[in-house]
């Protein structure tokens, strides 16, 4: 007979992986103890091991690791937040590896810790190209950095991070703008321990009259102290000048542009217009996903 598996062995076993899928149900201690059986006997790995008697799927196995690597991400029907921020859903997707790569080059041309920059603005001409799938998953993806991540909903008009990340709507950022909000109104996002929401709040009649204020200024000065990044979702630059004086007051722009919706020439007309009026221009996102 087979000496009994200790939970010593399966606290040490793979780093721990046996212990993390038994804690999040998706193991059976009984299960393990057959998986440390034939991981001893065959010189495998755990997860290898885990695979090969079917006890637990590859999506199980890259679970575990992140969790032992502190790369947080969510499991569907366990939160609010939608399908659509996929990067808190499935961290291993090709979309997700592309939004990485922008991450790196923002992190090396933006948010460079020697440039002190912590605020920028996501943009494009018409609604429909993906700005707030774009920010949101961004702010997923710096967040999973480690980085401490603020999403802004600045367009007041058509706000959706309330709706991507399942957070109350009914006071954001109209309602600190009008002094009427305090700390309570930035809502921190579960499980994805370095992110948090500023939802766009109650639409107000007068949203860019609101954003032009001196508070929003200070608001994004205040926060600068309490985050690495800020992640600013701006209306439709075609339909409204809210996002020149979002833009402004962030100091830089992401341009979002979507595959055979977004008019080269509209593109080329706003990286001018953000130009000439001395806001920089970080570069252009292709996006065919949000």
Known sequence: MNAPISSKDLGHAERSIGAILIDAGRLKLEDAEKILRLQRE???RFGDAACKLGLVTEEDIQFALSRQFDY????????????EVIA?????????????????????????PAA???????????????RSWLV??????FSQLGERTLIIDADMRNPRQH???????????SAALSGRGGAEIVR?????????????????????????????????RQYAEDYDVILVD????GSTADTFTVAARAGGTLLVARPHLTRTAALRNLAGELHQAGITVVGNVLNDAG
């Open 42 to 44: 065959g010189g495998l």
């Open 72 to 83: 947080p991400y969510l499991q569907r029907g366990e939160s609010g937040v939608a399908d």
């Open 88 to 112: 808190a859903y499935n961290p291993f997707h090709p979309q997700v590896e592309a939004l990485r790569a922008v991450r790196s080059q923002l992190m090396l041309r933006w948010f460079a």
């Open 116 to 130: 002190g920059r912590r605020c920028l603005a996501i943009a494009s001409p018409c609604r429909g190209e993906g």
């Open 136 to 141: 949101a998953n961004l702010g997923v993806v």
């Open 163 to 173: 709706l991507l990340f399942g957070v109350d709507n009914r006071m954001g950022l």
């Open 188 to 220: 921190r996002v579960p499980a994805l321990v370095d992110l948090s929401v500023l939802p766009a709040g109650a639409t107000p009649p007068n949203p860019q009259e609101l954003i032009s204020r001196p508070a929003f200024a200070a608001l994004l």
């Open 234 to 237: 701006t209306p439709a630059a």
